[in-house]
């Protein structure tokens, strides 16, 4: 069965950092592109940042909103990737999920994660106070 639990959110101050885990079982994580999206109350769900594990270089894109103060990584042996956050800021506050496309029909360089994402998390609330 394919799993991917979030955890890591909490809640904290303005400029502060968190380092959010996204733990995968259920498939090999040789080839499997991870997406981190959030979604705020009343908003849109928002694609922030992705990694194509497997791919030439295990390439990864970050969204604007975020680029520079988020950075995502994976370690491999323990099929977890991690969304390292610094610099919070309140319109960060939101629910950040992770997705999985496993096996990805392509790799996706440049801009966006738009894969085709058939898993998702349950979830981890980041709350951001000012």
């Known amino acids: 069965e394919v799993q991917l639990v979030e955890s890591g959110g909490n809640l904290v101050q303005v400029g502060g950092s968190l380092r959010l885990s996204c733990a995968a079982s259920g498939f090999s994580f040789d080839e499997v592109a991870i997406g981190w999206f959030r979604q705020a109350p009343g908003k849109e769900r928002e694609g922030i940042s992705c990694i194509g594990i497997g791919s030439s270089d295990d390439s990864t894109w970050h969204a604007d909103s975020v680029k520079g103060r988020f950075t995502i990584t994976s370690d491999n042996a323990k099929n977890t990737v991690y969304l390292q956050m610094h610099n919070l800021k309140p319109e960060d506050t939101a629910v950040y999920y992770c997705?999985?496309?496993?096996?990805?029909?392509?790799?996706?360089?440049?801009?966006?994660?738009?894969?085709?994402?058939?898993?998702w998390g349950q979830g981890t609330q980041v709350s951001v106070s000012s």
């Open positions: 997705a999985a496309d496993i096996a990805p029909v392509r790799w996706i360089t440049g801009t966006g994660c738009s894969y085709d994402y058939e898993y």
